[in-house]
């Protein structure tokens, strides 16, 4: 069990204490607590977190009666407080959980992307704390990006990240389960939970991430309509798990809110991730605790506080190197900010991070084009201040703080050395086969806001992939690639579209291309599957091996050690490794594995093939 540092502060704290806007300074001396909650007051009662993925605050019915009906959750409002101002770190999922959960800024804590990083093990989460005080920890979750091998399920004594996986290769609906499943699995564990001991619960809700389902709805039904239905259908669900008596308003703590936002169409944004605007990082979030009254507060707040204010809360010492505050103390200042980020530009498209800071009023966007959007008058973001003769002053400000932020943490697209390890001996293993080859990595990345038809025709592509539509879906990829040669995800799943299709020299053509760059376990993968159909097993080998260390619990390495030993004849030992991915990683790869199991021989051939 890791323990939580108290006494001393780190480099990065030092620098963001150079920021009179950055939270983990030191307390404004305005105004009175943001939560009328004394310090110690809640110890020992049950802690629940109910996180909603992908959910909009304007479609919350206590945020905008006029959008979805979520009955339940607007009775757990009326007893609540209200957050008009709270914010995502991040527009994506594992990021902005892992800020929740350790209190820290996604440069911090390491876990900037689903899948392409991890929660460290050294850093601590609310869980590991709250165990490590007596509590009975479970976390349920509805999706293979918050998967225990992300390192998100640190601490918990009981974690449930069981998901169904996608039916076909291109099954864009898979690696998650429904908000009905989820609830009956946390009621469950709650009927066998220690009865002795308070209880820590976090359950995750994952309907209204595309795409969305329609429970019953007549086609057509527009994207607007099926995303409410989804929320609509998780409503019902969180009044299920909250009818508990151990979750009542005397006896638990019950935290609600969203990971981020949906675009739904704004900014030329349909779903989550390319932009870091507020339709996709102001979220809804309610605090019920006992023997506090319902109400609404104004301040600004960011998921960092989360871990901070519980602590606070139950009487626990609150580490030092945190970016977040208690929610307990004072609320910031009119000059105080937050941080928001956004990676997947770079990890999906090639295209620049985003970066950002946000007051009560104003945001700072750090890009290829920098934005500042005065919020009082511009809620909705739509002019950008930085075209004005004479820029806010407000503008200038927050982008010095920007710099001197960032200058302290970690460019993403210039980490290609830490995903890679970063010894001379890997890097020269990869050129050798043609990676990392002369690349001026973090140069010249485009703007994410030139992008939006590269997402759109990405999006489609992958909708067109999951029904069936190979050629429609190679058509938008093909369309988009000649826009973005550089698209990452599009080159990725055209070259996968392209393998399935038999054509697999035009699939090489561009998994080569993204393994020259910025190479990951799945596209090192898919390259050595390609050069397995052209015979060169040792480079195959090489590639297997790479991808191996860049993500130990990939099942497709032990997938491709068993394509690899069925052409060495080595039957028995194809059939443990596809197996050994089988147990690894039912949920990526257990389909693959499946199907190659069930075509092996009952007994070896004697002899290799090659």
Known sequence: MKVAQTSNYTHRLLAACLLASMAACSPSPEGDAVLPIARGSLAQKNVVLITLDTTRRDH????????????????????SIRFNHAVAAAPVTLPAHSSMLTGKYPPVHG???????????????????????????????????????????????HYDDTVRGSATAFDASGNERDAQAVTDAALTWLDGHL????????????????????????EPSDDRVRYSAEISFIDTQVSRLLSRPELSADRAVVMLL??????????????????????????????????????TADALVSQVDLFPTVLDALGLDIPTDLDGRSMLGPPR???????????????????????????????????????????????????????DDKPPIEA?????QLDQLLANWPNV???????????????????????????????????????????????????????GRTEDAIAHLSRAIGLFP?????????????????????AEEDVQKINETQPNADTLLLQAQLWISEKRYDDARELVREARRLDPHHGGTWVVEGDLSIVAGQIDAARAAYQRALSLDPTRVGRQARSRLDRLPRRSPKGPQR
């Open 60 to 79: 919350l019915g206590c945020y905008s009666k006029d959008v979805t009906k979520t009955p339940n959750i607007d009775s757990l409002c009326s007893q």
């Open 111 to 157: 876990a900037r992307y689903n899948g392409e990083r991890y929660l460290a093990e050294q850093q601590v989460t609310l869980a590991e704390t709250l165990t490590a005080e007596g509590y009975d920890s479970a976390g349920f979750v509805s999706s293979f990006v918050l998967d225990h091998r992300f390192g998100i399920a640190q601490g918990f004594s």
């Open 195 to 218: 009865v002795d001991r308070p209880i820590f619960l976090w359950v995750h809700y994952f309907d209204a991430h595309a795409p969305y389902r329609r429970h019953g709805l007549p």
């Open 258 to 295: 969203a990971d981020h936002g949906e675009g739904l169409g704004e900014h030329g944004e349909r779903t989550h991730g390319l932009f870091i605007y507020d339709s996709t990082v102001a979220i809804p979030w309610l605090l019920r605790a006992p023997g506090m009254r319902g109400g």
């Open 333 to 387: 200042s009119a000059n105080e900010a937050v941080y928001v980020e956004t990676t997947l530009p770079y990890f999906d498209f090639r295209l620049s991070s985003l970066h950002g800071l946000r007051t009560r009023t104003g945001k700072y966007i750090y890009a290829p084009q920098d934005e500042f959007y005065d919020l009082a008058s511009d809620p909705n973001e739509q002019h950008n201040g930085l075209l």
């Open 396 to 400: 200038d400000r927050l982008a010095t």
């Open 413 to 467: 697209e210039t980490d290609i050395h830490a995903a890679s390890g970063g010894d001379e001996e890997t890097l020269a293993r990869l050129r050798s086969l043609g990676y990392l080859s002369g690349t001026d990595l973090g140069a010249d990345l485009r703007d994410p806001k030139d992008a939006v038809e590269l997402v759109d025709a990405h999006m489609r592509a992958a909708e067109a992939a999951s029904a």
């Open 486 to 506: 550089d698209a990452r995800s599009a080159l990725y799943l055209r070259a996968r579209l392209l393998a399935a299709s038999g054509k697999t020299l035009e």
